[in-house]
């Protein structure tokens, strides 16, 4: 049994100070909601042992905020198939994940995400901003995970939180 954990990079800035979409930062809600999920997920005692996330300049300061809050030691990896993945995309990357990781964490961008969610989930979920959602999967391998495979145990966004 696996554990997909997959959020949504929190709210970001826009404006044409930013030469490329890849660095555009957090905005002011977005740095305040990163580390109240990565707070959520400590009281809920969810614990990741891997984050793999886009290296985006917003998905790396989501993944800042989170694990200041959350106390995270863990490993952290920045895999540039995430940003602007496709569903096929992210099928792949969550395929090659080492199988001694029970618990993943992904951190990156939409429409993926959404579509990720869905396709594994067959329940239809549409990631706000630093949303995160808990799938529960049927494998024992990474490399064995395909739509439908995924259970929806939970979806909390910064809108649910107290």
Known sequence: MKQLL????????W???YATDFE???????????PRMGAWLLQSQIMPELILSSPAERARQTVAGL?????YSGEVAWERRIYAAHLESLLDVIGEIADVYASVLLVGHNPGFSD????LTRTSVQM?????VGIELA????????????????????????
């Open 6 to 13: 997959m959020m949504r990079h929190a709210k970001s800035a």
């Open 67 to 71: 694990v200041e809050r959350l106390g």
């Open 139 to 162: 494998v024992d391998e990474w490399s064995a995970i395909r739509p439908g495979r995924g259970i929806l145990m939970w979806h909390i966004t910064p809108k649910t939180l107290p």
């Open 116 to 119: 990720c969610v869905t396709a």
């Open 24 to 34: 555009r930062p957090l905005n002011r809600r977005g740095r305040r909601d990163a």
């Open 128 to 132: 706000s901003t630093a949303a995160i």
């Open 15 to 17: 404006g044409p100070s």
